[in-house]
Nanobody, 115 residues
Framework: QVQLVESGGGLVQPGGSLRLSCAASGIIFSIYTMGWYRQAPGKQRELVATITTGDVPNYADSVKGRFTISRDNVKKTVYLQMNSLKREDTAVYYC?????????WGQGTQVTVSS
């Protein structure tokens, strides 16, 4: 059974930082492109960042220079370091694992940026 379990969300003030983690099980983690997506209330789910099996990252323009995605194939975990958070970063953040036609999602973790 495939599971992606996110953690690390919460309430943070503007300008603050959070680190999200996503622990995977039931998949050969190293062959999957891993990603983070987010969905704000009333909006569609959007890409935040992905990282390939070769550790090549890709970021949405809105988070470039502020967020960093990384992966640990031994721990089967992908991370999202979020710095200089803005109110518009408030959303549910979802972990994604993709390998050709296979795709899995986590249950999401809430990130709220507010003073």
């Amino acid at each position: 059974q495939v599971q992606l379990v996110e953690s690390g969300g919460g309430l943070v003030q503007p300008g603050g930082s959070l680190r999200l983690s996503c622990a995977a099980s039931g998949i050969i983690f190293s062959i999957y492109t891993m990603g983070w997506y987010r969905q704000a209330p009333g909006k569609q789910r959007e890409l935040v960042a992905t990282i390939t099996t070769g550790d090549v990252p890709n970021y949405a323009d809105s988070v470039k220079g502020r967020f960093t995605i990384s992966r640990d194939n031994v721990k089967k975990t992908v991370y999202l370091q979020m710095n200089s958070l803005k109110r518009e970063d408030t959303a549910v953040y979802y972990c994604n694992a993709a390998h050709f036609t296979l795709q899995y999602w986590g249950q999401g973790t809430q990130v709220t940026v507010s003073s």
